[in-house]
């Protein structure tokens, strides 16, 4: 079986989770604190990210997209099962453009801001949440999530008809927002339908049982009918 | 003839154009400032990045990760060419790990403000560098290339015996670093032979006759023996 090196909030470790899980391919997950930059973990990832998948005989698999890749490549979908990256061009070109945005522009302009000040510095010991930066943040935040709203105006799953990779991109970065309690539901529109949907599958139900000691998960975390 | 949208100096859409020039793809370039935030283009990619690619009758392709699966399912290389992506799993693999290192590290640490300071503020009359940021972003440099030239003491190409995608995605950012001045040769170890060794590619020599109006390039840029 396959080992993960993750840590439970970080987005890139979920998409990997949430990818496997749909596939129905069973993985050991492994927890990791990459900030800590623990020497054997550096080891393996100089870049002290993870996800890092152990996958013998192969060496170790670093990063987000060597493991989208070596996944599609190695655990990739049964005939039964719908893939995440959609064998049509103009609909598979459309996943990475929306997956893109996620970890290129969601991650940095929101996601990593509000975990560097609400965990990593509380797990560093390394000072107080700065104010400043997480407001900045969930101004960001509001943008993306008009645009996304925006989208699911006229569409059932974020690259169109049928859920693909972008999906699950964009859920483990909401999942994670909203264990913080940064996400207004109340004012979230046609996302939180979407959500809803999503957070209803049997691939993301393990990831609703993540618990992160001393930080606990905001009242709608967990609850299918938020 | 496919239209790449792209801006000179901009890493993604130059590691675009390196892919096409390697496998003897024509395209027509088109600059834009996507900091300039136009409504047309912006309405062909809200996040307002580039590239974008035009390639009729498939709706616009718009992103890095979109062009290289596009390039790669459309443009893939004759078989007397080498294929930037390897076959092989487990280098291919590599090349993805290295590849999000650049647009996930090197990038928003060095590349993005280095720009941001000297290119974009310029553009948008916004203010002077800030001295501050331009030391932080040398700094992060510094770090980088120490990793690269590691890997370079006992690798011939970035991913291991044979060029890819992972050396373009590379020398993408380095070539716009080096127009800026920000790369010190004198120090800079294997990496210099290396980039060398890319410069001289006919892929890249079309990268080396850009210029940007009023912000000449160093006296290393065009020079194959800087």
Chains 1, 2 share one sequence.
Do not use: C
């Not at 459309?94 to 302009?109: A, C, F, N, Q, Y």
């Not at 960001?140 to 008809?161: M, P, S, V």
């Not at 309690?181 to 957070?199: F, N, P, S, T």
């Amino acid at each position: 079986m396959p080992q993960l090196l993750h840590h439970k909030l970080d987005p890139a470790s979920r998409l990997v989770r949430l990818m496997f899980a749909e596939y129905g391919i069973e993985v050991e997950l492994v927890d990791v604190a990459p900030w800590r930059r623990d020497p054997d973990f550096l080891e393996i990832n100089p870049a002290a990210t993870v996800p890092v998948m152990l996958d013998e005989p192969f060496p170790p698999v670093v990063g987000l997209l060597a493991s989208i890749a070596h996944i599609e490549a190695n655990f990739g979908p049964d005939a039964h099962i719908e893939a995440l990256l959609p064998e049509n061009g103009t609909q598979r070109n459309e996943v990475w453009r929306l997956i893109e945005w996620v970890i290129l522009k969601l991650g940095p302009e929101v996601t990593s801001y509000l975990l560097e000040e609400k965990l990593i510095k509380r797990d560093l010991r390394s000072g107080a949440p700065e104010p400043a930066t997480i407001r900045i943040a969930k101004a960001n935040l509001a943008e993306h999530l008009a645009y996304f709203n925006w989208i699911f105006a006229t569409r059932r799953w974020l690259a169109g008809d049928t859920l693909t990779l972008a999906d699950f991109a964009l859920a483990a970065h909401i999942s994670i927002l909203d264990y913080m309690g940064d996400i207004a539901w109340e004012k979230a529109g046609e996302l939180k339908d979407w959500y809803a949907r999503i957070k209803s599958r049997p691939a993301f139900r393990p990831l609703l049982t993540d618990r992160i000691v001393g930080m606990p998960a905001s009242s709608t975390y967990a609850d299918l009918d938020f």
